[in-house]
């Protein structure tokens, strides 16, 4: 953007006017917070906005808002900054920032649970946990609670209690003209349909209803490890084993380089290893029973699964997927794990170059799959989508990054013959192509729909976006 015009978006009356009623902080450049608040989780996304509006609640949403229609801004929105692609944040536009807006409060009677835009999933789960309930959300505690809802939220918890979107009750939202709607199964109930799978779309959600579920404080939990050349028959046992395992277990496939961390033996360090990550949702001694036969297979080169405090094991994965690491990633989801999805999986897993990089595939069903696929905008419920496969390129920096992004989409076409969806939020920059993909033709066309109702100039458009016609 010319400095002329940026001048024009935060030196004319309307910046005036915003200035003087805004709660929050404004950031421009030069401005000392400037370069850190337009930093994202990934570290390959490096983009300048004109202006940050930091809002410090909803009446700084709706200022922001309308300031950005005023002056013909284009808008991206943050919660966690956790976006794959980069989408929370522009060049030359507006930064309409939630990080601040962190309120939460636990109806511990009614179980459920408010909280704003700006929470992260572990400040979410530190505040529920105190009362031995959770909301699945997520495998990270630095992802953001709102993109990760509005996506859909695959995590630890799915295959007991759902995805995050399925314990949605309410929702606030600012639309594109600056408007506050709530949205429940009683009041918008359209548009609550939407948000419950379909993104930023249709406006910004400043506060989530969730339902809480019992869990915890301890649960039976962790990874085990194998080296990867026993990854395949450790995959076909798998493969039989989770046929007959309890909703009460969700587990991940994981293949990389085991990360130089102190919770594993050194001489593991940088060594191709399979392991299979746990989250057993029920008492403890059923937990142990249920998965003593994976611990039992094979030569186990490193157990860390057993009892443990649910918010330890929740923030277990944050090392391995910090900010500022440059990130790329490819996914799809496949109904089985076949012979031929296995050897693809394993042939590909050995050529994984950075100890950054990992390749995690989500088994998916038991509670998700019992949702009436029609119910929300989340898509791939069916059989055909027990699976998420998600190839994660990364690296401290872009030394060497275009080689691992390279393997993330050789792995990628290699199962294309096997793909039957893509969960939204780990989409990268497929386009409209990929979008149709993840919502199918019918669910698209419903979600234009929307978009036309309450979005019809796409004012909200850097996202996985559903354009309005």
Not at 121 to 147: C, I, S
Not at 179 to 190: G, I, K, T
Request: hydrophobic residues 40%; charged residues 20%; contains cysteine.
């Amino acid at each position: 953007m010319s400095t002329s015009v940026e001048r024009s978006v935060v030196d004319g009356p309307a910046f005036d006017e915003l200035e003087e009623a805004f709660g929050g902080e404004l950031v421009r450049p030069g401005d000392a917070l400037y370069d850190e608040c337009r930093r994202i989780w990934n570290g390959s996304i490096d983009r300048r906005p004109v202006l940050i509006a930091r809002c410090a609640g909803v009446a700084d949403v709706i200022a922001a808002v309308r300031f950005a229609r005023t002056t013909g801004s284009v808008v991206a929105v943050r919660s966690g900054g956790h976006s794959w692609p980069g989408l929370s944040v522009c060049d030359g536009g507006i930064v309409i920032d939630l990080s601040l807006m962190k309120g939460i409060r636990v109806d511990p009677q009614a179980m459920t649970v408010r909280a704003q835009g700006g929470v992260l999933l572990g400040e979410l789960d530190r505040e529920t946990q105190a009362f031995g309930m959770a909301v699945p959300a997520g495998v990270v505690t630095h992802t953001g609670l709102a993109g990760l809802t509005l996506g859909g939220g695959i995590g630890h918890l799915m295959r007991k209690y759902g995805l995050t979107r399925d314990q949605l009750l309410a929702v606030d939202v600012v639309t594109a003209d600056g408007e506050l709607v709530q949205a429940s199964e009683s009041e918008n109930p359209e548009l609550f349909w939407g948000v419950r799978g379909g993104g930023g779309n249709f406006g910004i959600v400043t506060s989530f209803e969730f339902r809480l579920n019992p869990l915890g404080p301890i649960v039976v939990a962790g990874p085990v490890f194998w080296h990867m050349h026993d990854a395949p028959e450790v995959l076909r046992f798998y493969r039989d084993w989770i046929a007959d395992i309890p909703d009460e277990l969700t587990t991940i496939i994981n293949f990389r380089k085991a990360p130089a961390s102190p919770t594993i033996p050194e001489e593991l360090w940088e060594q191709p290893v399979v392991a299979v990550l746990c989250t057993y949702a029920g008492p403890v001694e059923a937990g142990e029973a249920v998965v003593r036969p994976l611990k039992e297979f094979g030569t186990v080169a490193h157990d860390q699964c057993g009892p443990k405090p649910f918010l330890a094991h929740q923030a277990m994965l944050d090392p391995g997927l910090p900010h500022g690491w440059w990130y790329y990633c490819k996914s799809c989801d496949v109904g089985e794990l076949t012979n031929e999805v296995i050897d693809i999986t394993v042939e590909h897993s050995l050529r994984i170059r950075s100890p950054r990089t990992s390749y995690p595939i989500f088994h998916c069903g038991g509670a998700v799959r019992r949702v009436a696929d029609d119910d929300t905008a989340f898509n791939g419920r069916s059989a055909g989508h027990t699976y998420n496969i998600n190839a994660i390129a990364a690296g401290d920096n872009g030394e060497g990054f275009e080689e691992e992004r390279e393997w993330a989409r050789n792995l990628w076409d290699a199962l294309a013959p096997y793909h039957t969806s893509v969960y939204t939020n780990f989409l990268m920059d497929e386009g409209e192509a990929g979008i149709r993909q993840a919502y199918g033709a019918a669910k698209f066309d419903r979600l234009q729909q929307l978009k036309r109702e309450y979005d019809p100039e796409n004012f909200f458009r850097l996202n996985q976006n559903i354009p309005p016609s």
